[in-house]
């Protein structure tokens, strides 16, 4: 991320961060140093609001990185997209086959980009608790492998994600059968 005098702002208690994209900049919270992606531009469901590539390859995941397949992870390219939080309601996905971030909600200006980390990550490096304010938040988020189908449906799964679950109900299947 570039940062200079001019894309260094400060308004109403938020420093500001400019972005190699004009749609979005990253708004940090001095005193806790919280970052997160917002929009500069309204997006329609469906709205492409970029493209993402790898900036490296990781065979586990960290903290940072994205699963974009049952044994890869990767850092985003473009570097900004790593803000892009956590929601239980998102207004964004992310598309590990098409690999761009898409809209599903509307999206207005100062809002706020987020996406369902189980939709990508089977089982997260880093657990949390989540705070998304959601009516349906699930408290808690370390991965799809910890959430039941029936929670799942609701969202949209990424391609690893959805192989994966049916992997489990598979096995499930077979243990529940007598000997």
């Not at 919280?34 to 590539?53: E, I, T, V």
């Not at 991965?143 to 994600?161: M, R, T």
Request: aromatic share 10%.
């Amino acid at each position: 991320m570039k940062e200079s005098a001019a894309t260094h702002l400060k308004t109403s208690r938020i420093i500001k961060h400019t972005t190699d994209n004009n749609d979005f900049e990253i708004w940090e919270q001095p005193g806790t140093g919280h970052k997160a992606l917002h929009s500069l531009s309204r997006f329609a469901p469906g709205d492409r609001l970029d493209n993402f590539g790898a900036r490296l390859k990781l065979q586990q995941p960290s903290y940072l990185s994205v699963q974009i397949s049952a044994d890869d992870h990767i850092l985003l390219k473009p570097e900004y997209l790593q803000y892009m939080n956590h929601s239980c309601q998102p207004n964004a996905l992310l598309d590990t086959r098409e690999m761009e971030v898409r809209a599903i909600t509307a999206i207005r200006p100062g809002d706020e980009i987020t996406f369902f980390y189980p939709s990508t990550e089977w089982s997260m490096a880093q657990a949390f608790s989540c705070h998304c304010r959601s009516r349906h938040c699930l408290k808690y988020i370390q991965g799809a492998a910890y959430l039941s189908a029936d929670i799942l449906e609701y969202y949209y799964l990424a391609d690893h994600i959805e192989e994966m679950l049916r992997e489990r109900s598979l096995g499930d299947l077979f243990e529940e059968e007598p000997a």
